[in-house]
């Protein structure tokens, strides 16, 4: 999967959310334009890459010269110039950033979304494709679906956009219209409250998870190693669950006793053993020491992975995109020991974690691997980056039945258990 599009253009490389917002803003604008029949978000923000290097629109209309000057007069648009085909105009952005332009006509809207979406790799495919149909790819009408169909594919979602192996195995009839979605999503896997950094309470948290539809809410905040977070001793976690108990009645988001608790160097977890028969949800995760070596890191989360309980793997590499290159780790052996287990990797949707990437999802996927997707939300409204971290599942192709908070609350409760009490 490649990260680079359109060679050559330059300017802000932009975390994904940013990318996100930044054309919220603009196809709004874009859209009070007369002339401005559809405009749709395209580019690698459409396929929710990690970081976007130019944002991209595709604008059906007639009248490019009139919805030219109107993009202009937006106050974060510095000037609009030609672009490098005729059906495309680059707005260059007060913040040194690219706006690409794709103008089209109603009847090849789809066509021209389709090549303003996918990788240049997914996009060469389709061109071979369509050559040795005797067509050309833009001269195809209609929306995608009917562009793919022309191709004798069915549409695929942008998100796998990326030039793999997509092509091949949808043209021999995988389907992909089952990846995991949002609404699959039963419960909140990794959350913080005031207990620990939370700027939230426990019942604050529990009705922002009812708003979203969601079964249950895990309450994990971090261990006591995490003085630096507000990690909690085995006393205050108690005095946490009688607040859980208290409040259980009157919720009816399931609330889960669970802690975030530090891999320490030594690969031991930091979880007061009285506590462990009592918890539901053991999250994992590397906090401190990111620059051990590699031998020091893989022996460290092979051991954690190792524990004799089940445990989720938080936040697995420790990157922050664009800020924290990840962890150096043998992962293939850590892989090893995650599918010994017990233990699942989480999929963190904190926009700048994004963490673990879909192509090492993918890789782990490919071992049998489970899943669990979260927000490592440490205020309510983050709740809603369970969404990232949908979709970064979407790209590694996950389905539901790979993702263990996909399950109703008793039998996610079940498969995370970290011991048995048989
Ligand atoms: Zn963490
Ligand atoms: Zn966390």
Redesign the pocket.
């Known amino acids: 999967m490649d990260e680079g599009e359109h060679e050559g253009s330059s300017g802000a490389r932009r975390l994904l959310d940013d990318a996100r917002r930044l054309t919220t803003t603009l196809v709004e604008h874009v859209r009070l334009a007369p002339e401005v029949r559809v405009v749709h978000p395209a580019g690698a923000t459409r396929r929710w890459l990690e970081i976007v290097e130019e944002l991209s629109l595709v604008i059906v209309t007639e009248q490019t010269a009139a919805v030219r000057a109107h993009v202009a007069r937006h106050p974060l648009v510095a000037e609009v110039a030609d672009g490098d085909r005729a059906d495309v105009a680059l707005a260059r952005l007060t913040d040194g950033g690219t706006l690409r332009l794709w103008f089209t006509p109603a009847k090849r809207s789809g066509a021209t979304q389709i090549v303003a979406t996918g990788s240049p790799a997914h996009v060469a495919g389709l061109r071979a494709r369509a050559a040795a149909a005797g067509r050309d790819l833009e001269a195809i009408e209609g929306l995608e679906g009917a562009v793919y169909a022309a191709l004798g594919l069915p549409w695929l979602p942008p998100e796998i956009r990326d030039g793999d192996d997509e092509l091949t195995r949808a043209a021999a009839g995988e389907r992909f219209d089952d990846l995991v979605t949002i609404a699959d999503i039963t419960g909140a896997v990794?959350c913080?409250t005031v207990y620990s950094d939370g700027k939230n309470t426990i019942r604050q948290m529990a009705e922002a998870a009812g708003e979203r539809g969601l079964a249950f809410l895990t309450i994990?905040d971090?261990s006591k190693a995490a003085h630096y977070a507000g990690g909690i001793d085995d006393a205050k976690l108690r005095e946490q669950w009688r607040e859980i108990e208290r409040l259980q009645p009157g919720t009816e988001v399931r609330l889960v006793r669970g802690t975030?608790a530090d891999i320490l160097a030594d690969g031991s977890l930091d979880v007061p053993a009285p506590a462990l028969p009592e918890l539901e949800l053991v999250?994992a995760?590397v906090h401190t020491r990111h620059k051990l070596d590699q031998d020091g890191m893989t022996r460290r989360l092979v051991t954690a992975m190792r524990q004799p309980f089940f445990k989720v793997w938080?936040h697995a590499l420790g990157r922050m995109v664009l800020r924290r290159d990840p962890i150096d780790v043998r992962f293939e052996e850590v892989l090893d020991a995650v599918v010994e287990g017990p233990a699942a990797i989480e999929i963190n949707g904190d926009p700048n974690r994004l963490d673990l990437d879909p192509v090492r999802v993918r890789q782990a996927h490919a071992r049998g691997v489970r899943f669990v997707l979260s927000s490592?939300a440490h205020a309510a409204g983050e709740l809603d980056y369970l969404e990232n971290a949908v979709a970064m599942a979407r790209r590694a192709r996950l389905r539901p039945a790979d993702i263990l908070n996909t399950l109703p609350p008793d039998e996610f409760l079940a498969a995370v258990r970290p011991v048995s009490h048989r």
């Open positions: 990794h913080h994990t971090h975030e999250i995760s938080g490592d």
